[in-house]
């Protein structure tokens, strides 16, 4: 499942750091069963002109399939980002 974190501090911290640590927290917290592969660190999360991020839409290029661009979208730079993000 495709899931989004935004750190307080903002880039505070490196990225390994802050990969590590949320392996960690959902190990501990939720158990193995719910370890996740991949991590990826994105300054921008595509969004609606209404603030609402485009969840259905970045989970269909982490999964490379075909999308529409949406009509409503803010910054579609925001989509090139977290495919160059995810080697795509």
Avoid: C, N
């Avoid at 974190?5 to 802050?18: K, M």
């Avoid at 190990?27 to 921008?44: L, M, N, Q, T, Y």
């Avoid at 269909?60 to 529409?68: N, Y």
């Amino acid at each position: 499942a495709l899931q989004r974190v935004v750190h307080a501090d903002d880039r505070a911290f490196g990225d390994a750091v802050v990969e590590a640590e949320l392996v960690d927290l959902v190990r501990e917290r939720i158990g193995p069963v719910a370890a996740f592969r991949k991590v990826v660190v994105v300054d921008r999360l595509p969004k609606t002109r209404s603030g609402k991020i485009l969840r259905g839409t970045m989970k269909k290029i982490v999964d490379q399939t075909p999308f529409d661009m949406p009509a409503t979208i803010e910054d579609a730079a925001a989509l090139d980002d977290l495919r160059r993000a995810l080697g795509l």
